[in-house]
């Protein structure tokens, strides 16, 4: 069941934060000194994910990385992403939020591209000591193909399960989830999932990972085991990650029924 330990999940898309038509990383650091101004009034447990945007993809896509392995390859797109955390991390640092980077490279392993193991409990006591974990879409160790990318949009329902979070909010560059007018779709569950699934594109720019049908699939997939509902939501938008962490339901809701 959901608990109500008040552990809240915010993802920032890399389309917020970075160019993702970029082809070596370009951070747009307006935007995420906007989006840590607004996260520094918060004061409940959070933890942050982000998206690697195009400090990860065009690297993950130029050595082949979701076809197999490739030692150089690893080190490269991990050092890509690495390099916006520290970005993001010291923009949250300045503005009073006390951050800490968590690579998932070095405490998870998957299994086929999927998330099988990840050590938490550093995490569990950032959260108890009020620390923010900020966590970001990597390469990680993978023990059948070597490695795999795995994204924010996977780590989020992971930590979420595993954690017992209460809320979650992907903050994306869209107003949630659209129609076929370009209306946004206010809930999406299992039972209109297969009526929307025709509208939803996936993502402008190279996205190793599925772009908006990728993470609406994580989120019901986690709706159905957990009963936590997900908000897709527009980060680029001013007040919105205030709005969402201030309790507000925005954008398009994901759950199970």
């Known amino acids: 069941m959901n608990s109500n330990n008040g552990i809240t999940i915010l993802k920032i898309g890399g389309s917020v934060i970075t160019d993702k038509r970029s082809e070596d990383g370009l951070a747009w650091e307006e935007e995420i000194v906007r989006i840590a101004r607004e996260i520094s009034g918060f004061e409940g447990k959070l933890i942050i994910v982000h998206g690697a945007g195009s400090y990860g993809h065009p690297q993950a896509k130029r050595y082949a990385l979701t076809e197999g392995f490739h030692a150089e390859g690893a080190v490269v797109t991990h050092n890509a992403v690495k390099a916006l955390n520290r970005i993001v991390v010291g923009i949250l640092n300045d503005e009073g939020v006390n951050a800490i980077s968590v690579h998932p490279m070095c405490c998870t392993v998957a299994k086929n591209g999927r998330i099988s193991d990840m050590y938490l409990g550093s995490i569990r006591l950032m959260l108890e000591k009020g620390l923010v974990p900020v966590l970001h879409g990597d390469v990680v160790m993978d023990d059948v193909k070597g490695v795999s990318i ?80 997900s908000y897709i939501f527009n980060a680029t938008v001013v007040g919105s990650v205030s709005s969402f962490l201030n309790g507000e339901n925005i954008g398009t809701a994901i759950k199970d029924s």
């Not at 595993?162 to 007018?181: C, E, Y």
């Not at 999932?193 to 720019?205: H, N, P, R």
Request: without cysteine; negative net charge.
């Open 150 to 229: 795995i994204s924010g949009d996977q780590v989020i329902p992971y930590l979420a399960t595993q954690l017992q979070a209460s809320r979650i909010g992907v903050g994306s560059a869209a107003d949630g989830v659209f129609d076929d007018k370009g209306e946004t779709i206010p809930v999406i569950t299992a039972e209109n999932f297969d009526e929307v699934k025709a509208y939803i594109g996936g993502s402008a720019g190279t996205d190793v990972t599925g772009g908006m049908l990728g993470k609406v699939l994580e989120m019901l997939e986690l709706g159905k085991t957990s009963s936590i509902t």
